[in-house]
C-alpha cells in the first residue's frame, strides 16, 4: 500500500474548503481503496465523520428511482455500521421517491457531531433517470451544507460527470457537468511512477525477504507502465507461481514469463478492457492506431472516453498510443482472435530438424498460406482497414504457439507496424506497411524505418511485409511474392508484397 493521498494530494484541501468534486480514473487503479483509507484516515483524527458508500446496487433497477433508492440506502447502513455509533446513518422520516437519497443525506448531517464527509463510489453504474435524479438531489442539497447536508462530497467513478450514461434526446451520455455543476474539481487517479513501483515491490521484500532484482523492477514499470492492477498482478504471479522460494530473487525472465501467463489468462481486467474494442467510438481511434495513419477528426468526447478506460494514453512525443505493453499485446490478441480460429491446420515446415527457426522456411510457408486462404480470411477481421495485419499475426501466432512469443509497437502517425517474433533462441523483426490508392510504393520509406527498427534490436536482417491494397492490382494469390534488398545501413531484408 501507498499513503491513501499520495496520488491524490489534492483531495485534503477540496475537503478543507467543503469542496463537492469527481474522483475519475479506469478500473482497477485503486480509487475505492485510496478513498476508503482516506476516509478511514478523516474518521480517526476526530475532526470529520467520513465513510466511503456504495451506489452499485442501485444499478439494479434502472427504471425505478424509489427501488433503486431504497437498495442503496440499505446497503448504506450496512456500510455506516463501521463507524462508531454517534457518527451511523440515523433514522429518517420517510420521502417520496427521487427524495429519499437527499433526505438520507440531509438527516445524516444534522446528526453528525462532525462534519460529513460522503464518497459516493460507483456512481457510474447508475443510469438515465435514477443517475440524473441523484445528481439533481446532490445539488438541491449542495447550499444547505455543511450542518444540512455533506460538508464535502466526491463522486467516483470511471469517467467524469459529462460522460455519465444517460441515454435521452438521442444522445449516450450527459454530455455536461450539470445536473452537478456544483463540483469545483475533476481529479484523476494516476498510475504509479517507476519509482512507486519499487517501493511497493520493496514491501515485499521487506516482509519475504524475497528481492527483485534490478533489471525486473525495471522491465515491470515498462510492461505496465505503472497501471496499478497490473503492477500487482504481475508480481503476484511472479512470487505466488513462477518462484516460491523466497530465497531465490525474481529476475526479468519471471517478469516476462508472469507477463505471458496474465496475457494469456485474459482475467476479469483485461477481458473487461478487451469487450470494449468493438464499441464503434473505441474503433475508431484504435484502428488508425494499428495502421499507423493519420484519421480524420476525432471527436474529443471519445478521445477522452478512451483515455477515462485507462486504455490510450498520450506519449511523450505528443502522439497518442495503447496505455502500456500489455494492454497493447491484450488488443491485438483480441481482435485477431476470429482470424486465429479460422485458421487451417498447418505443419511446421518454418523449423529446422533441430527445432530453430527457419526464416526462408517461414517465408515461404507465409506465402503459400496467404495465396491459399489470405482472402477468405482477411473477412473474419472486425476491423477491416488493419486485416491483413491481424491475419499475419494470427499466422504467426500458430508460429510461436507455445514457443514464444511475439512484440509489438504501433500508434497514430508512425505509417507502420513493427513485429518482433522471439522463438526459442531465434529473433525475426517485422515491419508492416500498406500501400493504398493514391499513393507511393512504401518500399524506400519501408526500409529506412526497418533499418532503424533493426538497429534498436541489434539484428543484421529482417522482413518488410507490403499489403497491396489498391484497388483493381488483380488477385492476391497471383501478386504475392517475396524478393531480397538491403537497407540503407546494408541490412538484409526479405520483401514479401502481399
Known amino acids: 500500500m501507498l499513503p491513501a493521498t499520495r496520488r491524490l494530494p489534492e483531495v485534503r484541501r477540496l475537503i478543507e474548503q467543503e469542496g463537492y468534486f469527481v474522483v475519475h480514473a479506469p478500473r482497477q487503479v485503486g480509487k475505492t481503496t485510496a478513498l476508503l483509507s482516506l476516509a478511514q484516515e478523516l474518521t480517526s483524527e476526530g ?24 437498495a442503496i440506502l440499505d446497503d448504506w447502513r450496512e456500510t455506516a455500521a463501521q463507524l462508531p455509533p454517534e457518527l451511523r446513518l440515523p433514522p429518517f422520516s ?37 443517475l440524473v435524479s441523484v445528481l439533481r438531489q446532490l445539488r438541491s442539497g449542495h447550499s444547505n451544507r455543511p450542518q444540512n447536508f455533506p460538508a464535502s462530497l466526491a463522486l467516483i467513478g470511471l469517467r467524469d ?17 450539470s445536473p452537478f455543476n456544483i463540483k469545483v474539481r475533476s481529479l484523476t487517479l494516476r498510475d504509479f511512477t517507476a519509482e512507486e513501483v519499487s517501493e511497493l515491490y520493496q514491501q515485499h ?18 510492461l505496465t507502465q505503472g497501471q496499478p492492477w497490473l503492477v500487482n498482478a504481475l508480481a ?28 494469456e489468462r ?66 491485438v490478441r ?22 530453430r527457426l527457419d526464416p526462408k522456411g517461414l517465408c515461404d510457408a507465409f506465402i503459400a498460406f496467404w495465396r491459399q486462404h489470405g482472402e477468405p480470411l482477411l473477412a473474419t477481421a ?48 517485422l515491419e508492416i506497411k500498406v500501400w493504398r490508392d493514391k499513393e507511393a510504393d512504401p518500399l524506400a520509406e519501408g526500409l529506412s524505418q526497418l533499418d532503424r527498427y533493426l538497429a534498436g534490436l541489434n539484428l543484421d536482417s529482417g522482413w518488410l511485409v507490403i499489403f497491396d491494397r489498391r484497388s483493381g492490382v488483380g488477385a492476391l494469390a497471383e501478386r504475392t511474392r517475396s524478393e531480397q534488398a538491403t537497407t540503407p545501413s546494408g541490412r538484409a531484408v526479405t520483401i514479401i508484397r502481399a
Not at 440531509?106 to 443510469?127: G, H, K, N, Q, Y
Not at 460527470?161 to 457537468?177: I, N, Q
Not at 504471479?237 to 496475457?263: F, G, M, N, S
Open 161 to 177: 460527470v459529462r460522460d455519465y450514461k444517460v441515454t435521452s434526446d438521442d444522445r449516450e451520455s450527459l454530455g455536461t457537468a
Open 205 to 222: 521484500t521487506s516482509e519475504t525477504g524475497q528481492r527483485f532484482e534490478a533489471d525486473a523492477l525495471t522491465r515491470a514499470f515498462e
Open 266 to 331: 485474459q482475467e476479469t481486467h483485461l477481458d473487461s478492457l478487451a469487450e470494449r474494442l468493438r464499441e464503434p467510438r473505441i474503433r475508431a481511434i484504435l484502428e488508425p492506431m494499428l495502421a499507423g495513419t493519420i484519421p480524420g477528426a476525432l471527436p474529443p468526447d471519445d478521445v477522452r472516453f478512451a483515455v477515462d478506460l485507462g486504455l490510450i494514453r498520450m506519449n511523450e512525443a505528443g502522439a497518442f498510443e495503447v496505455a502500456n505493453p500489455i494492454y497493447r499485446e491484450v488488443v
Open 94 to 130: 420517510e420521502a417520496p421517491p427521487g427524495r429519499r437519497v437527499g433526505a438520507a443525506l440531509a438527516a445524516w448531517s444534522r446528526a453528525s457531531p462532525r462534519p460529513l464527509v460522503v464518497f459516493l463510489d460507483e456512481i457510474d453504474s447508475l443510469r438515465d433517470e435514477v
Open 236 to 263: 503476484k504471479v511472479a512470487v505466488e507461481e513462477l518462484v516460491t522460494d523466497t530465497t531465490q530473487p525474481i529476475r526479468r525472465a519471471d517478469i516476462e514469463r508472469a507477463k505471458v501467463l496474465l496475457i
Open 382 to 429: 472486425p476491423y477491416h482497414e488493419v486485416a491483413p495485419h491481424l491475419v499475419l499475426m494470427a499466422f504467426l501466432h500458430r508460429v510461436v504457439n507455445g514457443g514464444g512469443s511475439i512484440e509489438r509497437e504501433y500508434a497514430i502517425g508512425r505509417g507502420r507496424m513493427d513485429l518482433c517474433v522471439r522463438y526459442k533462441q531465434d529473433t525475426l523483426a
Open 334 to 355: 483480441e481482435l485477431s482472435f476470429p482470424s486465429r480460429a479460422a485458421l487451417p491446420p498447418l505443419q511446421p515446415t518454418w523449423l529446422r530438424p533441430d527445432g
Open 47 to 70: 475532526r470529520y465523520a467520513a465513510v466511503l458508500v456504495s451506489m452499485e446496487v442501485g444499478a439494479a433497477f434502472p427504471g425505478d428511482i424509489g427501488a433503486a433508492e431504497a
